[in-house]
């Protein structure tokens, strides 16, 4: 059995991996030259460092099993520490009352609880008009806090309003999470924890590239085969079968099955003529580039947290990650802080188009006015470009994005995974989770609906990676949502 996959990122690599071991041929194709996707790890002025923020957290044991096997002892369980750059204070995310109220003041603090008990009672959104993601955040929190802590950095990242961003982004990152239910926990009044109060996070010594540089290695060793900067035009199929692959190069592929993580909306415009539905579909469909701006600080001894997010308005910058907090294995002998700052952008923006020591000097002027790193000498800058990072869940996006997929749903021996290529707001677990469930449908004949993956609020099986393993029946814990 010969299967075809496009792009080596979390959900390709894995699909690759699992299949290989299974015992099919696998030949995975990499526009880039690395693996890894947005999880890659790269080294920088003689430390490594992650392309952004991503620590793994799972609750499902066939995520974390995989994991546990490619990754093995090689790891180390870091205390979360999250915080919120606002108004020059710092609050802990999620919200404890005592920081809060002392960061505010009593004053805005009462106006916050006002404004969420005034939600309680008489609240301002109902029927459709719960369908944006402010009247989600607001219902829940409050307009004060909806205000002050999840409009700007969401505006920031998705670079359109909240009441014309859909609620979906609330559903899949906030869940139920609420600012009762934060104040009970800061209590010690609620019987569990929230899935978004994540204590703790398994990470790799060598970065979370290196999960997906040994799945690659892997892959070969059983015989198959990762190919790096070998882009793929189009898929060949005949009367909505696939058989193939055509590279860029001219060069085509036969497969019995396709696997694809491309964007979305450039595999279907690959697959021929399309109806004027899906068509309007794909044009109507839109990602969020990212520009990741590396700091190396000369202080060893900045902030203590893995990343923040930046709610200023004033700042341009979304979030700062401080990689001297995740594992020392990082930095080793380095005396010094690299700091990644996080602008997010569309093609037509004037910043995407500015050059690198432009981005770098703008990054160093929002540092320092943070206060973050006092007058440490910043001994040098890199800046790292990601084109269509997150898939834009615009108000109304499911109507644009459903005949989109029922025409990719046609293709028998085609699946569509991964964050850009189910246009789903993935973390590295959801992509894990979809490349076993495509390589299960693919080995033994499986079923799964790979577009219900991360839809649900819940995982099926609770089990969580430990500082001795994998752990069953433990406390189910998710990751915080990013606002």
Not at 54 to 63: E, Q, Y
Not at 393 to 419: M, T
């Amino acid at each position: 059995m010969r299967v075809g996959i496009i792009g080596a990122g979390p959900a390709g690599i894995t699909a690759g991996y699992q299949l290989a071991k299974g015992g099919a041929h696998v030949e995975i194709f990499e526009a880039g030259p690395h693996v890894g996707g947005l999880s890659r790890t790269i080294e920088l002025w003689d430390q490594k460092v992650d392309l952004g923020p991503h620590r793994f957290f799972s609750d499902d044991a066939r995520v974390n099993n995989v994991w546990l096997d490619v990754v093995g002892s090689d790891y180390r369980m870091v205390d979360r520490l999250t915080r919120i750059l606002y108004q020059g204070r710092l609050f802990h995310y999620p919200l404890r009352p005592a920081n809060a109220l002392w960061n505010m003041g009593i004053g805005s603090a009462v106006r916050c609880m006002t404004s969420y008990f005034k939600e309680r009672i008489r609240p301002s959104y109902t029927g459709d008009q719960n369908a944006t993601f402010e009247s989600w955040v607001v219902g829940r929190f409050g307009r004060r806090l909806f205000e002050m802590f999840f409009k700007s950095y969401s505006e920031k990242l998705w670079g359109i309003p909240c009441d014309q961003l859909d609620a979906d982004f609330a559903a899949q990152r906030i869940k139920k999470f609420s600012l009762g239910e934060a104040i009970k926990a800061a209590l010690g009044l609620g019987a569990n924890k929230h899935k978004t109060l994540v204590d703790q996070f398994a990470y790799p010594t060598g970065g979370t590239g290196m999960v997906y540089e040994r799945m690659a290695q892997r892959v070969e060793a059983l015989g198959s085969a990762v190919h790096l900067q070998a882009p793929v035009r189009r898929i060949i199929h005949h009367n909505k079968q696939v058989h193939g692959l055509e590279l860029v190069d001219g060069r085509i592929e036969p497969f019995d099955h396709v696997i694809s993580t491309m964007p979305l909306t450039l595999l279907v415009q690959g697959l021929g003529d399309l109806p004027r539905e899906v068509q309007h579909g794909v044009e109507q469909l839109r990602f969020r580039n990212t520009i990741l701006v590396y700091l190396n600080v000369d202080d060893p001894n900045l902030f203590k947290d893995q990343w923040l997010y930046v709610h200023s308005p004033e700042l341009g910058m979304g979030r700062v990650t401080n990689f001297r907090n995740w594992a020392p294995d990082l930095y080793g002998e380095s005396k010094t802080s690299i700091l990644a700052l996080e602008f997010w952008c569309y093609d037509d923006d004037a910043i995407w188009k500015e050059d690198q020591v432009a981005l770098i000097e703008r990054a160093t002027r929002e540092i320092r006015a943070t206060g973050l790193v006092g007058d440490a000498p910043i001994v040098a800058g890199h800046v790292e470009r990601i084109k269509r990072c997150y898939p834009v869940y615009s108000q109304g996006y499911k109507q644009h994005l459903q005949p989109v997929i029922d025409h990719v749903r046609q293709f028998e021996n085609l699946q569509a995974i991964g964050r850009y290529g189910a246009f789903k707001y993935n973390n590295q677990d959801h992509s894990i989770l979809m490349g076993v469930l495509a390589a299960e449908n693919i080995l033994e004949g499986r079923g799964h609906d790979l577009w219900a993956v991360n839809t649900d609020t819940e995982y099926q099986e609770a089990a969580a990676i430990q500082k001795t393993g994998l752990e069953r029946g433990v406390e189910a814990k998710r990751e915080p949502v990013a606002v």
